[in-house]
């Protein structure tokens, strides 16, 4: 008789929690200014060209002086001069935090803290953070991200239109 009453209360339990974890799984899908200045950060330092699809139109569609161009250029010829290959200039990102300083419906200003370690490789990084290897440094950047085509996008903070 004990087992048949704890049947019911475990499915019913079991249920819940699955369809709680289907609404926190949508619910985290959603885009926000913070998420937009975290993706476009860690993009950044990892030198990836795919930053392009966080950066607003301003800037990402001018061909002219194209920001990312640009920068992964400037930061290639840096590794050059001091003789490294560009994926010693990697960075990887830890303990991101952010902070919305203000906000409305179609822009944002957001604070980004985190720890940054070397990112040679994937690997390199998660190492060097488990053994207490390398140096780490410290982000403390503020963003300005606006809303473009219902997503959000990095305008200032990392590069601006007078940086390119």
């Given at each position: ?29 959603r885009d926000t200014p913070g998420k937009a ?128």
């Open positions: 008789m004990n087992q048949d009453t704890k049947r019911p209360v475990f499915i019913t339990v079991f249920l819940l929690s699955f369809f709680l974890q289907i609404i926190f799984v949508f619910a985290d899908m200045a975290v993706a476009f950060a860690k993009m950044y330092y990892q030198l990836d060209s795919a930053m392009v699809t966080r950066l607003c139109d301003e800037l990402a569609l001018d061909d002219e002086n194209n920001a990312v161009i640009s920068y992964l250029q400037n930061t290639a010829a840096m590794a050059m001069e001091q003789g490294y290959p560009v994926s010693y200039m990697k960075s990887t990102l830890f303990n991101v935090k952010t902070h919305t300083i203000k906000s409305n419906s179609n822009s944002a200003e957001i604070r980004i803290t985190a720890d940054m370690k070397k990112g040679i490789n994937p690997l390199f990084a998660y190492v060097g953070k488990l053994f207490c290897i390398g140096k780490t440094k410290t982000l403390d950047q503020t963003v300005n991200v606006i809303k473009e085509g219902g997503k959000w996008k990095v305008c200032e903070g990392f590069f601006s239109v007078s940086e390119s």
